[in-house]
């Protein structure tokens, strides 16, 4: 019995790209993904990264919404994406 990859990926082809915006919303745009798109979606998803050291400090600040469980600093996802995209605005 062969194996049979669930999405076949097209090396190579003229599909337009696709952003991760658009693969985040939709993941269905990934079936025939062009290979060759692979690394500017990698660029693009690191570009989004967050350090962990940054966000622990800010938490520790107080300048990032955080509360405390146990001794976990916990951080709620909405209220990070609006901080940034706060930070995002004042820096424009």
Known sequence: MSYQAPHPVT??????????????????????????SVPELLTQLESRVVPEPW????????????????????????EVERYLAERANQAA
């Open 55 to 78: 966000v622990r400090e800010q938490a520790r600040l107080g300048s990032l919404p955080s509360f405390k469980l146990g001794h976990y600093v916990r951080l709620r996802l909405e």
């Open 11 to 36: 090396v190579r082809g003229t599909l337009s790209p696709v952003t991760i915006d658009e693969l985040v919303s939709d993941p269905s745009r990934a079936k025939g993904l062009v290979l060759e």
